[in-house]
């Protein structure tokens, strides 16, 4: 049985973003958008929800995938 934390959910997504970090051309410091010192995946579901949902949503088919692909 799958556990909740390996299900491809937008919490999980949004930690994965988290833990990816802000890429370097998004980043305030270099002509970006995205102010350095917040975490990329929340920052992304609080202030572009649709950019979010669009990128989540072909993330979770990559993973299933995937998952499929392991099977």
Known sequence: MNRKEDRPS???YERHLNQMGIPEDQ????????PDYVKYGTWLRVNDPDFFQKTYQE???RV???EAANQ
């Open 10 to 12: 937008k919490i999980s």
């Open 27 to 34: 980043k305030k410091s270099n002509g970006g958008r995205i």
């Open 59 to 61: 993330w979770k088919a």
């Open 64 to 66: 299933r995938a995937q």
